[in-house]
T-cell receptor
Framework: GAVVSQHPSWVICKSGTSVKIECRSLDFQATTMFWYRQFPKQSLMLMAT?????????EQGVEKDKFLINHASLTLSTLTVTSAHPEDSSFYICSARGQGPHTEAFFGQGTRLTVV | AQSVTQPDIHITVSEGASLELRCNYSYGATPYLFWYVQSPGQGLQLLLK??????LVQGIKGFEAEFKRSQSSFNLRKPSVHWSDAAEYFCAVGAAGTASKLTFGTGTRLQVTL
């Protein structure tokens, strides 16, 4: 399968600061990327869908000003957690797919964010 | 809207025993269905997927799953479990006819005793 890389794998930041997480498709062009969030011992919840060159579509209850998503190229999407608080501590996972709605997405390895 | 139910939160099996993890979905048309495995602190690894065709799907690591439309189920099976199979297993359905925007079940944690 295709390779999706997330960076960093883990990050610790101070409360009130912002942190950026990158999601890259290494061997294909990702027209669409998805960002999920996973709380400890819970399932993955879709946060937003981003299409290259356009604004992200956020799921209900996800603050778009809090979680800034940029998909400026066909191989890179970024999630920036702004003014992070301890309750933002979570596991964030991205996935990416090529063209067509019937194309499956491939997942990154995830980023563990801890806000202290 | 689509949904996925994994009724078993936690399952314990002995090494060498057979395994079946249950998954029921709710979706109006033929769904795209997936099983993923997640080890602690790790990302998701795709075990197998069903898009169409043969309803018995073979995956990696000796896993298989059977799509049963009449029961809205996609149960995961393995004839003989290994200690390294201990992990969290997630069933997922593709949302709104897509194979990429996924709705996940709550997961089943598998513990393997020696």
């Amino acid at each position: 399968g295709a390779v999706v890389s997330q960076h960093p794998s883990w990050v610790i930041c101070k409360s009130g600061t912002s942190v950026k997480i990158e999601c890259r498709s290494l061997d294909f062009q990702a027209t669409t990327m998805f960002w999920y969030r996973q709380f400890p011992k819970q399932s993955l919840m879709l946060m937003a869908t981003s299409n290259e060159g356009s604004k992200a579509t956020y799921e209900q209850g996800v603050e778009k000003d809090k979680f800034l998503i940029n998909h400026a190229s066909l191989t890179l999407s970024t999630l920036t957690v702004t003014s992070a608080h301890p309750e933002d501590s979570s596991f964030y996972i991205c996935s990416a797919r090529g063209q067509g709605p019937h194309t499956e997405a491939f997942f990154g390895q995830g980023t563990r964010l801890t806000v202290v | 809207a689509q949904s996925v139910t994994q009724p078993d939160i936690h399952i314990t099996v002995s090494e060498g025993a057979s395994l079946e993890l249950r998954c029921n979905y709710s979706y109006g048309a033929t769904p795209y269905l997936f099983w993923y495995v997640q080890s602690p602190g790790q990302g998701l690894q795709l075990l197998l997927k069903y898009f169409s065709g043969d309803t018995l799907v073979q995956g990696i690591k000796g896993f298989e799953a059977e799509f049963k439309r009449s029961q809205s189920s996609f149960n995961l099976r393995k004839p003989s479990v290994h200690w390294s199979d201990a992990a969290e297993y997630f069933c997922a359905v593709g949302a709104a006819g897509t194979a990429s925007k996924l709705t996940f079940g709550t997961g089943t944690r598998l513990q393997v005793t020696l």
